[in-house]
């Protein structure tokens, strides 16, 4: 089945010890997105890749970063991870035919522990 | 900027009574989507609204779409156990690839 992958599923890690989460999509969608989510809070968007082009957030930290080699594949690098990191991170894959008007296909998400 | 809230953010019911989530946009949207979230789980698209006053049903869940298209609802008829998660609602501005998530409303269905 077509779906988006997130690995790992659960990622510890030491306080400003870089890590990367990586996400792969077998949908073939142009638009691939990265959310950060707290306990009982929305999705928050971090940046998003319209096919190679890269689009941050305005207030996203300098300290969260991301590459998308090709379509299939995108990482979220977290360069100093902080105690405040720590959260769930959804990647989402859509297609956009008509900007805007396309269904967001959520992984299962990484779940962040920082040390 | 841009900023979509729900209420309420928290609604417990029984089993078999109606819930209904409101969500407010400050600005108009070119879409409004609905997703739901189980507990550890991840968002799941239910639905998309384009149109002015758009209706639309899926078994017992109502999507409402605003006249202004600044608003929307969700309404479920007779809950079940199967419905506890936290709704979201999603808009697009026009033109805009990102959706901005309203605050979400957490539902819990006691047995």
């Known amino acids: 089945d077509a779906m988006v992958i997130q690995n790992p599923r659960y990622q510890v890690t030491q306080f400003g010890k870089p890590v990367t989460l990586s996400c792969s999509q077998t949908?073939?969608?142009?638009?691939m997105y990265w959310y950060q989510q707290k306990s009982s809070q929305a999705p928050k968007l971090l940046f998003h890749?319209?096919?190679?082009?890269?689009?941050n957030e305005a207030d996203t930290p300098d300290n969260f970063q991301s590459r998308r080699p090709n379509t299939s594949f995108c990482f979220l690098d977290i360069r100093s991870p902080g105690l405040g990191d720590a959260a769930m991170y959804l990647c989402?894959?859509?297609?956009?035919?008509?900007?805007?008007?396309?269904?967001?296909?959520f992984g299962p998400g990484t779940r962040l522990t920082v040390l | 900027g841009q900023q979509v809230m729900q209420i309420p953010q928290y609604q417990h019911v029984q089993e078999g009574e109606d819930f209904t989530t409101y969500c407010n946009s400050s600005?108009?949207?070119?879409?409004i989507q609905w997703y739901k979230q189980r507990p550890g789980g991840h968002p799941v698209f239910l639905i998309q609204?384009?149109?002015?006053?758009e209706v639309k049903k899926q078994k017992r869940l109502t999507f409402q779409f605003g006249e202004a298209k600044k608003n929307s609802s969700l309404h479920i008829t007779a809950t079940q156990t199967t419905d506890v998660g936290t709704y979201f609602c999603?808009?697009?501005?026009?033109?805009?690839?990102?959706?901005?998530f309203g605050t979400g409303t957490r539902l819990t269905v006691i047995p």
């Open positions: 609204l384009v149109k002015s006053g």
């Open positions: 949908l073939n969608h142009n638009v």
């Open positions: 890749y319209y096919d190679k082009d890269f689009n």
């Open positions: 600005t108009t949207l070119s879409n």
């Open positions: 989402a894959t859509s297609r956009a035919t008509v900007a805007g008007t396309d269904t967001q296909y």
């Open positions: 999603a808009g697009h501005k026009t033109g805009a690839n990102n959706l901005f």
